[in-house]
């Protein structure tokens, strides 16, 4: 696999970057990633109690993973969420060099942290996030499609569609994201126009991450069908398809309101899912191509068959 702008950026082996998933991308699936040649990524959820400080939790874990490993590895900070702003001033007095960004304006922040010497990497899902992004000099542009885990863009364009409508348009370097779990989608990301990928749900199914094991399990088990979009009136999020999702698409189905699925959801269904492994009540996030996933894997064996993988389509091409 050869370098591209995105190993240049970032200062890493292979242009596998690990999505950054609210509760599970702890210190160890990061350090492993970073470890094997990609760049791991940090939520500051992570591991989180129930009620626990998202800052204080961040800071532990960025503490751990510098006892991990001495590769780049980056922290991810959704836009969206009210603390962001506090969790922005952890990363600058840690002295964090690369921070992905998403769910929100890029604008706002982006300035402050170059100025602090980070590379800023910013999740789109369309064509005009992507033109707003670049104009605010962000570093890099992961494009994600609706094949994606989690939240989806309201537009849910597909990631052939959108990566070479972005390459068209903008001249910072495309990270794919969406629906990639193994070599041949990497390959075909590069075709259209990326320089790396973003990996999420087959970075789930591996022994390093703190996921419960049910929901490790229901990713093997899930066919071509296993996942589903929810929330659409709200925003819009693609799960393994569950009782818990079953009941919201009713829910949605009924013509109930945006307060009504709002009560349906609570708090943190996501964290029930993904740590407590209650997939009856909580939320368990998937990407479309789950059903490419047979078994948990150590990380790095999961990044060398990736790029083993690669190698050997790019030469069966040439």
Do not use: C, H, W
């Given at each position: 696999m050869k370098r591209s702008r995105v190993c240049n950026l970032l200062n890493i082996e292979y242009p596998i970057i690990q999505g950054g998933m609210l509760w599970i991308s702890t210190a160890e699936l990061a350090g492993a990633v970073s470890n094997a040649g990609g760049l791991g990524v940090l939520s500051p959820f992570a591991g989180m109690e129930k009620n626990g400080d998202p800052f204080k939790n961040l800071k532990f874990q960025i503490i751990k993973i510098r006892d991990l490993t001495e590769k780049p590895f980056a922290v991810n900070i959704p836009l969206y969420l009210k603390q962001s702003g506090i969790l922005v001033d952890v990363l600058l007095k840690e002295g964090i060099r690369i921070v992905i960004t998403s769910g929100g304006d890029p604008s706002h922040f982006t300035d402050l942290l170059h100025q602090a010497g980070m590379k800023v990497l910013h999740v789109v899902s369309s064509v005009g996030q992507a033109k707003k992004a670049e104009s605010s000099k962000v570093d890099a542009l992961i494009v994600a499609g609706v094949e994606a885990a989690a939240y989806v863009g309201f537009d849910e364009i597909p990631l052939f569609s959108l990566v070479p409508q972005v390459a068209d348009v903008v001249s910072v370097p495309i990270i794919a994201a969406g629906g990639i779990v193994d070599a041949r989608g990497i390959v075909a990301a590069f075709a259209l126009g990326a320089e790396g990928v973003q990996i999420g749900t087959r970075f789930v199914a591996v022994e390093e991450n703190i996921a419960h094991i049910n929901y490790k399990q229901a990713i093997i088990d899930a066919k071509d069908t296993g996942s589903v979009i929810t929330c659409r009136k709200l925003l819009p999020t693609r799960s393994l398809r569950t009782e818990f999702t079953r009941q919201l698409l009713e829910l949605e189905a009924s013509g109930a309101s945006t307060e009504e699925i709002r009560d349906f959801l609570g708090y943190s269904r996501a964290r029930k899912?993904?740590?407590?492994?209650?997939?009856?009540?909580?939320?368990?996030?998937?990407?479309?191509?789950?059903?490419?996933?047979?078994?948990?894997?150590?990380?790095?064996?999961?990044?060398?068959?990736?790029?083993?993988?690669?190698?050997?389509?790019?030469?069966?091409?040439?």
């Open positions: 899912g993904q740590i407590e492994g209650d997939l009856e009540n909580g939320e368990v996030y998937s990407g479309s191509s789950a059903g490419l996933i047979r078994e948990i894997l150590p990380t790095a064996t999961v990044i060398q068959r990736l790029v083993d993988g690669f190698q050997e389509i790019v030469k069966k091409m040439a």
